[in-house]
């Protein structure tokens, strides 16, 4: 690749490393002058298999010697129900009708169409620092950090902002931030949006940009119960937590809850563009047919990328071995901490973690974190940020990790702090 060409992409693409990416293999990145990467990023929590697993790649390969577009709203191919009968015994009961579109944006946004056709109301609520997409509407949706909405205004209305239960960021105990969170929310319904006008309630059951924050289980509960009482659909955004991430196929499983409406994408079907959404058949039947779709929306290649990938995590104990191999990072990470009182806390649920940047007052401390992620990616370790102060080192490495690679970041994260 010339300098020159590089020079006629959009700078709104503003890469985190000057990688000049040649191939994946499992969880490395390989550059064209044949480095390693340590990939502890996932290309943000997407290549969950690895890169190129050969399961997955054989899948993609034969499916487009096949058929390589098939416009769902005109017929149906075979790889979209062999998905459909591969999420059945996934996606939670009684979520057994899926829609499928292309990114994780178009999916949210998919979410709160068939959430107003459904209910017949217009606002929706979401959450601080929560990260939905940069779509028009999901921009709205959006607060985990200013620069994805700031000079884009007017954005679309009807959207609602409650507070996130971050135990950490309020300095509070977990019980006193639920309870906390839930007055405000009730007071949003009275003061703000009221329930016979509210269609849904958005949430990341972990939040993901916003700073890796699984939402505790009393807190899922009662949002549930809200929910319920005043008929407002309740919308779960796997799209970064979900598919194996946390140790379970959703995290949401973690709490019992069961939301109206699973969004799911990213490690769905390993790297190729798909994104879905589960609901109930009556709540699905609520929603106009030919009011919603595209053009690529469930495309055949991704679909049958998505079947080998859900093969592949069964067959290879991928949601276990995220189990295990979080408990193994989590206990790296927490003896880290006690030598480098900066990382304030170390929280999250399986493979879905992070280390949190403080300086000596508790105060969010982004030019630190940003130093160490900069300095591991000098160490040839791949980590990003997030959190709205930027303050947060994210750990998602592959669902295929094994305890010596683990090992191996962790050395390579030591390094980084200490350089
Ligand atoms: C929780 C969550 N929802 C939605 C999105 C938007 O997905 P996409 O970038 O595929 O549009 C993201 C992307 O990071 C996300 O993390």
């Given amino acids: 690749m010339s300098e020159d060409a590089l020079s006629h992409l959009s700078p709104v693409w503003n890469r985190a490393w000057p990688l000049l990416v040649e191939r994946g293999e499992g969880p490395y990145l390989i550059d064209t002058s044949g480095r390693r990467y340590l990939d502890f990023t996932c290309g943000i929590g997407v290549t969950n298999t690895g890169h190129a697993h050969p399961r997955v ?4 390969q034969e499916q487009a010697a096949k058929l390589l577009h098939g416009q769902a709203a ?4 075979q790889p979209m ?3 459909v009968e591969e999420l059945l015994p996934i996606v939670p009961k009684p979520l057994d009708t899926f829609f499928f579109t292309n990114s994780g944006a178009e999916v ?3 979410a709160v169409k068939l959430a107003r056709h459904a209910t017949k109301r217009p606002n929706v609520i979401v959450f601080q620092g929560s990260f939905h997409g940069r779509t028009n509407a999901t921009m709205a949706m959006t607060t985990s950090k200013t620069i994805y909405r700031a000079g884009y205004a007017p954005l679309a209305s009807g959207v609602f902002v409650a507070p996130f239960p971050y135990a950490y960021h309020y300095a509070w105990d977990e019980a006193t931030t639920v309870s906390f969170c839930l007055r405000e929310l009730k007071l949003l319904l009275k003061s703000q949006t009221a329930p016979e006008e509210t269609a849904a309630i958005v949430i990341e059951p972990v939040l993901g940009e916003g700073g890796y924050v699984p939402a505790p289980t009393a807190f899922l509960q009662s949002l549930r ?3 319920d009482h005043y008929g407002i659909l309740l919308v779960a955004d796997e799209v970064q937590a979900g598919f194996g991430r946390t140790g379970k196929w959703f995290s949401i499983e973690y709490s019992g809850v069961v939301p109206d409406i699973l969004v799911m994408a990213k490690g769905l079907a390993s790297g190729m563009p798909l994104a879905g959404l589960a609901a ?3 709540l699905m039947e609520k929603w106009i047919p030919g009011s919603h779709g595209g053009t690529y929306g469930g495309n055949p290649v991704a679909c049958a990328a998505a079947v080998a990938t859900i093969q592949v995590m069964r067959d290879e104990k991928l949601i276990e071995n995220a189990a295990a191999m979080g408990e193994v990072l989590m206990a790296g990470l927490r003896q880290l901490q006690k030598q480098h009182t900066e990382i304030g806390d170390v929280r999250g649920r399986g493979l879905m973690i992070a280390s949190e940047f403080t300086d000596t007052q508790g105060e969010p401390w982004t030019d630190r974190a940003k130093a160490v992620a900069k300095a591991a ?3 040839g370790l791949l980590l990003l940020t997030c959190g709205s102060y930027e303050n947060v080192i994210r750990w998602i490495p592959p669902l295929i990790v094994n305890a010596s690679q683990l090992e191996d970041g962790l050395e390579k994260f030591q390094a980084a702090l200490e350089a």
Avoid at 57 to 60: D, N, Q, R
Avoid at 74 to 77: E, F
């Fill in 57 to 60: 790649v054989k899948a993609i």
């Fill in 74 to 77: 005109l017929v149906v191919h």
């Fill in 81 to 83: 129900l062999r998905l």
């Fill in 108 to 110: 949210i946004e998919g």
């Fill in 225 to 227: 119960e809200i929910c």
């Fill in 280 to 282: 109930p058949r009556d």
């Fill in 377 to 379: 990616y000098q160490q």
